[in-house]
């Protein structure tokens, strides 16, 4: 079929055609776009304890009124189930099934009981085929394995040694699971000065870096770069403070010539920019 006249111009069919094939396009587009934007919830996949039945998290509301109120602001407050579990357990999707600990009044423990630390392993070093009970970070790798790789790596947090809980950093009960999230980014700093209490402020000079949090420089889980550093060396300071390569092979960093100061080693091994976090007495931040 010819759809060009005699001139090679395109015919009202032709365009028409065109015309329905934009309006077609666009409309899945559109629904691409909505879809994205009204989805909120996550699908997970629960685990199943022999005896035990999901009651939803509703039943919990009777003993727990305060943690069920505050958790529907919870991120995990939208976990979900498909299939004939398909209810609000938002709750027993870390706490595991309890039908046995609501029907006991408590005396039942969950059947998730959460500690630190990592699962029980055999003499074998192996890990047990069947676990007493999932560490904290055992529920948490459920859903977030990218966060198990982390704590693999040569640099991280003492999580998988026992010593830190990932709720301490994270409120999987009320909120956003970020500690600090939200409209109050500036407060993300307080969960690492709590430890951390030697980088607390105010300084004199301060840091401008600080102003944006501490994941700036710092990988919060894990990293394969010492002190957690995003990036190794003085390549993590470049990427704030410009160099300036000038006729003869020289480098100047904010006006000053760091051309040899760079053989020296990392900005803050070199004696030039020790005091990292902010100063009291330097505005070159050396001491």
Known sequence: MNYRDFLGRPTATARRCRGLALIAAAGVLLLAVISCRTVNRSVVQLPDVPGAKYIGSKECEQCHEDIYRDFQTADHARLMAEGPNALNAGCESCHGPCSLHSDSGGEVKPP????????????????????????????????????????????????????????????????????GGGTSLLSENDSCIRCHSAQRGPYVFEHEALREGCTVCHVPHGSVNAKLLTVRDANLCFKCHFQQQVPGGGILIGGSDHTLRLREGTCWTAGCHEAVHGSRVSPSLRF
């Open 112 to 179: 998730y009981s959460f500690s630190s630390g990592r699962p029980a392993s055999s003499s074998y070093g192996a890990r047990l085929a069947i676990e007493p009970g999932r560490a904290v970070e055992t529920v948490c790798y459920q859903c977030h394995a990218d966060v198990r790789g982390q704590f693999n790596l040569p640099s991280h947090h003492p999580v998988p040694e026992g010593r830190l809980k990932c709720t301490e950093c994270h409120s999987p009960h009320k909120g956003s699971i970020l500690a």
